[in-house]
């Protein structure tokens, strides 16, 4: 089951899958996280924070610098002018920085990746083994200076060698399995879209998939469309007119107004993030932010406990040191003037500013 899941992940990135996708997928996974409604106990409280930060913070490393302003206010607020300098204002991140500097000294990179649950930054080198012998330490070097230069002494370094990529070739059988199911889900999702709209349903996507590992119909409808369960028996009964078997099916909603400020702000975010948790005394273990509900709420994870006698005022440290970046006239173009909430967490899942 496992190497089909893999042949099955490798055939649809190759032939279905596309940054449009991603950005989908990207938002459910939000979505899901913000309307999900459990009772937990505090143990499992404190896990589920931890992994929500994790996760977006890793959604948002990878994204790039948008706007040039954000990078030059860098140099001009202190907590993060680590991660920038003046001159330095093209680079997109501390990751992209070091690949950057690594290539211009003719090292072989091929990757760069910032770990948070360890706090690591890493690079993968191209090459042979002999040449990875040869160069792994003065590149852990080079990156190890860079983040002294910048204070970022909470991150430690990562070399390792880029591994050989084998293709797996997907059987003819398991090919024409796949499409069979790729025609099934986009026909089912036609027939869904049309059905919706000819009725004056507002809806944005229903991207059906249909695999042997699920059955799943998740509708995407805009915030001022309130017919969802109108909206989720049509769909039930397309299905069961199909004579198909039982299909998990969830509504996301959707702010278009809230999908802009928050490609607006999640280069500000990237930046504060790097920085808050590149910075040991911070004690910063995790960054995440929603607009889901509004205003805007900034939630930033320490690893210090609610009892210790400086927690309230680290609380309050990295406080004022986020919004005065926020509050920065440089980064006016991309905060505008959303109202936002600043909440630093203990690890006891506390507020402590």
Request: cysteine-free.
């Amino acid at each position: 089951m496992d190497k089909m899941l893999k042949k099955m992940k490798e055939y649809y990135n190759n032939n279905y899958f596309t940054e449009e996708t991603s950005d989908r997928i990207k938002k459910r996974v939000l979505n899901e996280i913000r309307n999900k409604k459990v009772k937990m106990s505090i143990g499992k409280k404190v896990m589920y924070f931890s992994s929500v930060a994790v996760l977006i913070i890793g959604l948002l490393i990878g994204s790039a610098f948008a706007s040039p302003t954000v990078a030059n206010v860098l140099a001009k607020v202190p907590i993060l002018n680590a991660l920038f300098e003046k001159e330095q204002d093209i680079y997109p991140s501390i990751v992209g920085m070091i690949t950057d500097h690594l290539r211009t000294l003719d090292y072989n990179i091929v990757g760069g990746y910032l770990r948070v649950h360890d706090k690591k930054i890493g690079v993968r080198i191209g090459g042979t083994d002999k040449y990875f012998n040869e160069v792994k330490g003065k590149v852990e070097q080079e990156i190890t200076e860079i983040l002294q230069d910048k204070e970022l002494d909470a991150y430690h370094v990562e070399v390792t060698k880029e591994k050989e990529f084998v293709r797996e070739e997907i059987s003819e059988k398991q090919k024409k399995k796949i499409e069979a199911y790729m025609q099934q889900s986009q026909k089912l999702e036609e027939e869904i879209l049309k059905a919706l709209n000819n009725k004056n349903y507002e809806i944005l996507s229903a991207h059906v998939r249909i695999n042997d590992v699920e059955k799943f119909i998740p509708l995407e409808i805009p915030v001022s469309e309130t017919r969802e369960d109108e909206m989720k028996q049509i769909v039930k009964d397309i299905v069961q007119e199909k004579d198909m078997d039982k299909f998990t099916i969830k509504v996301y909603k959707t702010d278009p107004e809230k999908e802009k400020a928050d490609r607006r702000w999640r280069p500000v975010i990237t930046t504060i993030s790097e920085g808050l948790i590149g910075m040991k005394e911070l004690k910063v273990e995790g960054v995440g932010y929603s607009f889901y509900p509004f205003p805007l709420t900034i939630s930033i994870r320490t690893s210090v406990e609610s009892s210790d006698s400086n927690a309230r005022e680290l609380g309050k440290e990295i406080e004022n040191k986020v919004r005065h970046f926020i509050e920065s006239e440089e980064v006016k173009e991309n905060v505008k003037d959303d109202p936002y909430n600043i909440n630093v967490y203990s690890k006891d899942k506390e507020k402590i500013n």
